[in-house]
């Protein structure tokens, strides 16, 4: 076919019936508009991430993509004010005997406007140095009048002996420190719409989320996350942070990249109310999902059962709990422990590979 010949895509009334028509003309993807009583034709596939524009709508004489809200003008391509050094193919189209025509060759190119790569985007490298354990409390207060924290009190205790004894890194996330959006479902769109970075991180510089992105693929050695139980479930904070995971889970779906490797992950579990097995179950199979592995003994836990609505006496029992202290300092120390006999592995491994490069390279040589 001669891309420079109308194409007819069939009866223009087809076309009136909505502001924004996809087509596929050939293996041209292309966005049909009607805005205004003028026809439109531009490139089906957005700049950003591949997305479908021809499934977009209308926002003025802008079409916006359904992925993630790039938006390009509906008639020449470009992008919107402040964006147009983006742009798609724009293509010449006609109405011709009641048909809807289009050229298949563009008239104006594809321009990607050159994107510093996002931080989170480098390459995943152990830099040298000590173990290093990232706490992550998913415990909701108001740090203003802030309240005791059974969780969080345990997890710092591990921290500290992380720090103090095991000659660790540490870092503490306060999720509730943290401003970061919920996710908000670009993978209902498409698997390939949801994107590493988050879609979110990378449109939006104030979302925090970014920090535990960075503590979990980039820093971590060990993560040990501390989480009341709120209704016989892990804390609402910890499901808002898990949503937005899915972005390092989904790269092992469609992309066969493992973002988290040889990495430990330990859990806290405290609460009023009991259900401590089932939340711990959810939390093995969410982490195990994302890559992490585990030390025996995963997680320690305490509940003084479903109808100890004395609060004030399970935070005395807390407070006082040397029994818990100490666990929470053994689960740091199994999980350290582990994650230096698997970094020892990484290294003989690599040792051994590189033994064999040499090898090979000197029988070469020779």
């Not at 490139?43 to 079409?63: F, K, M, R, T």
Request: proline letters at 5%; hydrophobic letters at 35%; charged letters at 25%.
């Amino acid at each position: 076919m001669d891309k420079k010949s109308w194409h007819d895509l069939g009866a223009a009334g087809n076309f009136r019936k909505a502001p924004v028509t996809e087509v596929s003309a050939g293996n041209t993807k292309l966005a049909i508009t009607w805005q205004d009583g003028k026809f439109g034709a531009v490139s089906g596939i957005c700049n950003h991430a591949g997305g479908p524009l021809g499934q977009g709508h209308l926002d003025g004489e802008y079409v916006v993509c359904p992925w993630h809200h790039w938006k390009f003008h509906c008639r020449t391509g470009l992008g919107e004010p402040g964006y147009e050094e983006d742009a798609v193919p724009s293509h010449a189209v006609k109405e011709e005997g009641g048909h809807l025509f289009v050229q298949l060759e563009p008239q104006t190119p594809r321009r990607k406007k050159p994107h510093p790569p996002h931080p989170l985007e480098r390459p995943i490298r152990r830099q040298e140095g000590p173990i290093r354990v990232a706490g992550i409390s998913a415990t909701t207060m108001d740090r203003d009048h802030p309240r005791y924290s059974t969780s969080e009190a345990l997890l710092q205790v591990a921290l500290d002996h992380a720090t103090t004894e095991l000659q660790c890194e540490t870092r503490l996330i306060r999720l509730d420190e943290l401003r970061f959006r919920h996710c908000e479902g670009y993978y209902s769109k498409s698997a390939r719409a949801c994107t590493w970075p988050c879609s979110i991180t990378q449109m939006d510089p104030e979302d925090q989320m970014d920090q535990v992105y960075e503590a979990l693929v980039h820093w971590a050695d060990v993560v040990l996350l501390a989480t009341p139980i709120r209704w016989g479930a892990s804390g609402s904070l910890h499901y808002k942070m898990a949503e937005r995971l899915n972005c390092v889970q989904n790269q092992i779906t469609i992309r066969d990249r493992v973002l988290i490797q040889n990495k430990v992950a330990g859990f806290i579990i405290m609460g009023g109310q009991d259900n401590v097995q089932d939340v711990a179950g959810h939390l093995l199979g969410f982490y195990s999902e994302l890559g992490f592995q585990f030390p025996q003994f995963p997680y320690i836990a305490h509940s003084r059962g479903w109808s100890a609505e004395d609060m004030e006496r399970n935070v005395q029992h807390v407070q006082h709990s040397e029994e818990l202290r100490r666990g929470a300092r053994e689960l740091v120390h199994r999980s350290v422990d582990f994650a230096r006999l698997m970094l020892q592995h990484v290294g003989a491994v690599e040792k051994t590979e590189r033994g064999g490069r040499k090898a090979h390279r000197l029988d070469i040589e020779t």
